[in-house]
């Protein structure tokens, strides 16, 4: 299983910035894929989910970042508009299984910095 980001940088305050997740080796269908961040010292941080149907989003994020899924590419998406210095993180991919046995992956993780 394979989950590899892309897409992060330094930007300024007020820009936009896209992550992209490539997932191999699941069935990509049986899985809630998410975004997460965390930065030193401090514990990883729901950023947003997604299913076929539903979408969660922390309320930091909400409004200014839009999570989306490609299931036939096998990608989900971050796009992330209105970036505040405090969006500084590494972002990770993060897979949830939720048909039949449980199982989670995650990615490398990119990193994302935002100057003020």
């Known amino acids: 299983v394979q989950l590899v980001e892309s897409g992060g940088g330094l930007v300024q305050a007020g820009d936009s910035l896209r992550l992209s997740c490539a997932a191999s080796?699941?069935?990509?269908?049986?899985?809630?894929m998410g975004w997460y961040r965390q930065v030193p010292g401090k514990q990883r941080e729901l950023v947003a989910t997604?299913?076929?149907?539903?979408?969660n989003y922390a309320d930091s994020v909400k409004g200014r970042f839009t999570i989306s899924r490609d299931n036939a590419k096998n990608t989900v998406d971050l796009q992330m508009n209105s970036l505040k210095p405090e969006d500084t993180a590494v972002y990770y991919c993060?897979?949830?299984?939720?048909?039949?046995?449980?199982?989670?992956?995650w990615g490398q993780g990119t990193q994302v910095t935002v100057s003020s």
């Open positions: 997604i299913t076929s149907s539903r979408t």
């Open positions: 993060n897979a949830e299984k939720i048909v039949g046995s449980a199982n989670t992956y």
């Open positions: 080796g699941i069935i990509f269908s049986f899985y809630r």
